[in-house]
């Protein structure tokens, strides 16, 4: 895409920018990277996190989990607690649930500025809580992110992206370590079905 600086450019050119970005991270290949957010007087934290998928690991100071596709493993290492949830549970992080969004629900466009592209998904339909908008810098050269911005009914906050890798993720790395947790206290939420 050669497009003069400044331009917004919406609808499909930037739906197909943003499937492009959002496939290289989240699907079949996976991608890892590194993340530091600061929502001001609520959360601030850094970490690493892997994709595939489905499929997800992230580990921070406090945090972690490991979701394999079937089961999510929630670490709490303040509290020195594992959760255990089916992997579809949406109470399996209270934090990340205010962050569900549907792709089909935004209107798309973007712009160039530099070397990176600015694309906004902007949501069509927006709830009193949720996502209002997300945008994200990407690289020209070779669409990896570096930031994205995520607004919310009344705050904006900024994840800052770095040590990004798309493809070869080893299916290991979203096995749960039961053996770094031994003397942490485990509850299991999962549903039983009646067999």
């Not at 489905?54 to 929630?74: N, Q």
């Not at 579809?88 to 962050?99: E, G, H, I």
């Not at 949501?123 to 994200?136: C, D, E, L, P, Y």
Request: contains cysteine; positive net charge.
């Amino acid at each position: 895409m050669c497009h003069p600086a400044g331009k917004e450019y919406n609808g499909e050119e930037a739906k197909e920018l943003f499937d492009k970005v959002f496939t290289m991270v989240f699907g079949p290949e996976g991608s890892s990277l590194s993340y530091s957010v600061n929502i001001v007087g609520l959360y601030k934290t850094q970490g690493d996190v892997v994709y595939k998928d489905k499929k997800i690991s992230y580990e921070e100071k406090r945090f972690a989990a490991w979701e394999d596709g079937k089961v999510a493993y929630m670490v709490d290492k303040e509290k020195k607690k594992v959760d255990i949830h089916d992997f579809n549970d949406d109470k399996k992080d209270k934090y990340l649930s205010m962050f569900k969004y549907d792709l089909n629900n935004f209107a798309y466009s973007y712009k160039v500025k530099g070397e990176y592209y600015e694309l906004t998904a902007k949501v069509k339909n927006s709830k009193f809580f949720g996502i209002r908008s997300v945008t994200a810098m990407v690289l020209r050269s070779n669409l990896h992110p570096v930031s994205l911005s995520i607004k919310l009914a009344f705050i904006t906050t900024t994840v800052q992206i770095s040590n990004f890798h798309s493809g070869n993720i080893n299916e290991n790395v979203f096995t749960f370590p039961k053996h770094r947790f031994t003397d942490y206290q485990y509850i299991d939420h999962r549903v039983r079905s009646a067999n």
